[in-house]
């Protein structure tokens, strides 16, 4: 008999606050204005994983024209 391992393929707020190291609050305003892109499945808001990196890679890219 084999073992399938089935990978998450979303996450939901409070993992991408602690992945992110934000509080829950910051991260539920950043998803409600679209800064990090969500779905709403029924009552709860699902996300991604490459929209968290989406997110990063525009805050990383912000930080360097700012630098510049």
């Not at 699902?46 to 912000?62: F, G, K, Q, T």
């Amino acid at each position: 008999m084999t073992t399938t391992s089935i990978t998450r393929k979303w996450h939901t707020t409070a993992e991408v606050a602690e992945m992110l190291g934000f509080g829950l609050s910051k991260t539920k305003a950043l998803v409600l204005s679209g800064e990090i892109r969500s779905v709403k499945v029924g009552r709860n808001r699902r996300i991604l994983p490459a929209w968290v990196d989406e997110y990063v890679n525009r805050c990383v890219s912000e930080t360097e024209e700012w630098a510049a």
